[in-house]
């Protein structure tokens, strides 16, 4: 009858004989409205699976790494503490993707992060601590010690 593999080993379910009290029985269930349904199911399964790949796809790039041991120690010549850094990550991801996409904090250097944060936090409208703790947290995450 239909070739939509929802439809497969399933039938339209009977109307319930009892009808519902004030309401017009509407009779058997017509073919479109079962066609309608099937599709739907289908359709429902593509869509479902596309939003979890949408889901775990962002979740993978537009996250900034989180303070470890290794930032906090990076992090030392700016006498920035771990407080600081998580807070500078936090307005990070917070206040930097109102305008544009997040960028890689690896995308520049600790020596150009600074002047594009203070290029930045005008259009931001950051306080100056607010400034400095993504300048600390930007510039300890930027690079790796080897
Ligand atoms: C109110 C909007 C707005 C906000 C908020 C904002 N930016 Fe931008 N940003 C822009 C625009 C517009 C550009 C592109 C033009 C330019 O470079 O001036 C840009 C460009 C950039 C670039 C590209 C420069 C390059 O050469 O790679 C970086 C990096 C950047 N922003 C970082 C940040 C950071 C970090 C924050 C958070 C502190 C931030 N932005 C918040 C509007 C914004």
């Known amino acids: 009858m239909s070739a939509d593999p929802c439809a497969r080993g399933r039938r339209p379910r009977p109307l319930s004989p009892k009808p519902v009290a004030g309401v017009a029985d ?38 900034p790494p989180a303070i470890t041991p290794a930032i906090i120690e990076n992090a030392r010549p700016d006498h920035a503490s771990a407080k600081e850094l998580v807070t500078g990550r936090n307005l990070f991801v917070s206040r930097c993707l109102e305008c544009h996409t997040l960028p890689s904090v690896t995308k520049h250097s600790p020596d150009e992060w600074p002047h594009l944060v203070s290029r930045m936090s005008g259009r931001a409208n950051l306080s100056a601590s607010d400034q400095s703790a993504i300048i600390a947290y930007l510039r300890a995450a930027s690079f790796v010690r080897h």
Request: net charge positive; hydrophobic share 45%; glycine share 6%.
């Open 26 to 63: 509407p009779g058997p269930r017509s073919l479109t409205a079962t066609t309608f349904t099937h599709r739907t199911c289908w359709v429902g399964r593509v869509v479902s699976a596309m939003i979890t790949l949408l889901i775990v796809s962002c979740a993978n790039f537009a996250s």
